[in-house]
């Protein structure tokens, strides 16, 4: 087969994301904590951008001195223009007012000095330099292997060892591995593992919860017990919940199990969960919904995002653009072009978020009445063609952003859930969820309700749903089964 080149002339149609189509859909995306260092650093990266001031009241309103303290006295509104705006005033004009240091004069003198600001000439260190900070699991551990007697050809092995156990307390490699990294033997290695698990809290550099729970049982004194002989190799009927069929094997009471039981119960099963030093991750709302005068209102939550506005100071530049070098003219024509898209995907952001979340109020008027029992089936196709947008858009308008009213904070995509037939239409999966989770808290322990004795309920109740869907919904919700839930004393 012979090679040839040659021209063709092809008309395709091909969807291209350009950089300013890619960016317009990574912010519909972003949530409230995301799209604000964004703003931020774009703020600094291109000078086309400015923070808006605050709106708010003038200096003579807010500390009520000259014509503003006269209006207020008179009933009569100051004038306007009578408070000096920053924003328009000359950049001459701001340049020459004048800084007091009053202000930090006064503090020093007195003894108010906070660590920002020092008069004198030796430096002071700032008080920022002493916020504390809680030791996590591994820094307890080699404090009290330093203040151990451990010969040293163990105490490498035993560095190891705690670099190699997790936040909750377990061991992650093997004597094998542990002597590869300390350069040991596997033996020096296994007593290594065994001096740490001597350190507190009790049962960590386990392995699995079988050993972390005899190590816990040892050190207790209860190594020859029934707890000790039901986790050594009864810890899968424990689970569940076979009472019956280890009193048997053991030749004792039921009521000697449950006793056995009560104390495996106060056993740690993750010796290392009260040395986490995680920091909680706070949800920031983007969407409120409130009642004013008996009517629902979407507020979109904008505080503490940067307000930005294209800058007067630049925009003074583009009359004098053709006078400019080539380069400074491409740099200022590329700056004003991505400033004014971002505004532009900025407010078009806005305005999706606001008209999904109007539409979310629309749907769901029932929970935002009277609560979750009252939710709504909903799918992205249902709104995606109410709004006259593509389900995707709707997608992202709504990963990963919050919504709150009077009923609590809620994620948008909690609105939208299957359907399950009742006698009155449809009802919400999830509220068929929060159903179940109320008739398995409510019942009798002793007796704890099957699966099937929940469909008979929930279909007392006016809704049609299979035994195979309420153990879907069981293990959701993070349920155990009937045997799992019983209890005997």
Not at 150 to 172: C, H, K, M, Q, S
Not at 275 to 297: C, H, L, M, R, W
Not at 408 to 428: C, E, N, T
């Amino acid at each position: 087969m012979a090679l040839d080149n040659r021209l063709e002339i092809r008309l395709l149609q091909k969807l291209i994301l350009t950089p300013q189509l890619q960016q317009a859909i990574k912010l519909l995306q972003m949530p409230q904590l995301e799209l604000t260092p964004f703003l931020t650093n774009e703020l600094m990266e291109n000078p086309f951008l400015e923070e808006a001031a605050e709106e708010g009241p003038s200096p003579e309103e807010e500390f009520g001195t000259g014509s503003g303290e006269a209006g207020l006295e008179t009933g009569e509104a100051a004038p306007e223009g009578a408070a000096f705006d920053e924003a328009e005033a000359p950049l001459e004009k701001l340049m020459d007012m004048p800084v007091s240091d009053d202000y930090f004069e006064d503090r020093s003198q007195d003894g108010r000095d906070l660590g920002y600001f020092n008069p004198g000439t030796v430096a002071q260190p700032s008080f920022e330099n002493f916020v504390s900070r809680e030791g996590d699991l591994q820094e307890h551990l080699l404090w009290q292997l330093r203040l151990s007697s451990v010969p040293p050809d163990l105490l490498e092995a035993a560095r190891a060892v705690i670099g190699n156990i997790d936040e909750n307390g377990y061991l992650r490699a093997s004597d094998e591995d542990i002597a590869s990294i300390a350069a040991c033997t596997t033996e020096e290695a296994g007593q290594a593992v065994r001096l740490v698990q001597d350190f507190d809290p009790t049962g960590v550099g386990a392995r699995d919860l079988q050993e972390c729970l005899l190590i816990q049982l040892r050190h207790l004194g209860l190594g020859e017990g029934l707890p000790m002989k039901l986790i050594a190799s009864n810890l899968r009927d424990l689970e569940k919940k076979r009472y019956n069929h280890l009193a048997r094997q053991y030749d004792c009471t039921v009521g000697d199990i449950v006793a056995a039981v009560r104390v495996i119960e106060k056993l740690e099963p993750k010796p290392g969960r009260n040395f986490s030093n995680a920091q909680p991750v706070y949800v920031t709302p983007d969407v409120y919904i409130v009642k004013t005068y008996g009517e629902f209102q979407v507020v979109l939550n904008d505080a503490g995002m940067p307000k930005i506005r294209l800058s007067n100071v630049y925009k003074k530049l583009l009359s004098q653009r053709n006078s400019l070098p080539k380069e400074e003219k491409h740099f200022i024509d590329e700056k004003l072009r991505q400033a004014v898209w971002l505004l532009k995907s900025l407010d078009q952001r806005n305005k999706t978020i606001y008209r999904v979340a109007d539409s979310i109020l629309k749907f769901q008027r029932d929970f935002f009445e009277m609560g979750r029992m009252h939710l709504k089936p909903l799918n992205l196709r249902d709104m995606a063609t109410e709004l006259g947008l593509h389900e995707s858009t709707i997608s992202r308008a709504t990963a990963s952003k919050y919504l709150t009213c009077d009923h609590g904070l809620f994620s948008l995509k909690f609105f939208f859930s299957g359907g399950v037939q009742g006698s009155l239409g449809k009802v919400s999966s999830t509220s068929v969820k929060d159903m179940i989770k109320k008739m398995i808290s409510e019942e009798d322990r002793k007796k704890p309700l099957s699966d099937q004795e929940v469909v008979a309920l929930c279909k007392g109740g006016g809704i049609e749903i299979a035994r195979r869907t309420v153990a879907k919904y069981r293990k959701e919700l993070g349920i155990a089964p009937q045997n799992q839930r019983k209890r005997f004393d």
